[in-house]
Nanobody, 114 residues
Framework: QVQLVESGGGLVQPGGSLRLSCAAS????????MGWYRQAPGKQRELVAT???????NYPDSVKGRFTISRDNAKNTVYLQMNSLKPEDTAVYYC????????WGQGTQVTVSS
């Protein structure tokens, strides 16, 4: 059974940092493109970062230079390091695995507020 389990969310002050983790199981992790998406209240889900099986990364301008995605194929885990967080980064963050099939995690809440 496929599982994507996110962790690491929480409340952080503006300018702070958080590291999200997503532990995967039930599929061949190393060949999948892994990604992080987020959805704020009343908004559509949007891309935050992706990393291919070969390690190529992609970010939208809104997070470029602040967020870093990485993966550990030995641990079947993908990470999202988030620095210089802003209130507009507040959202539920979802882990995604994509190749022949697409899988989603249950999400983890990130709240940036003073």
């Amino acid at each position: 059974q496929v599982q994507l389990v996110e962790s690491g969310g929480g409340l952080v002050q503006p300018g702070g940092s958080l590291r999200l983790s997503c532990a995967a199981s039930g599929f061949t992790f190393r060949i999948y493109t892994m990604g992080w998406y987020r959805q704020a209240p009343g908004k559509q889900r949007e891309l935050v970062a992706t990393i291919t099986s070969g390690g190529n990364t992609n970010y939208p301008d809104s997070v470029k230079g602040r967020f870093t995605i990485s993966r550990d194929n030995a641990k079947n885990t993908v990470y999202l390091q988030m620095n210089s967080l802003k209130p507009e980064d507040t959202a539920v963050y979802y882990c995604n695995a994509a190749r022949t099939n697409t899988y989603w995690g249950q999400g983890t809440q990130v709240t940036v507020s003073s």
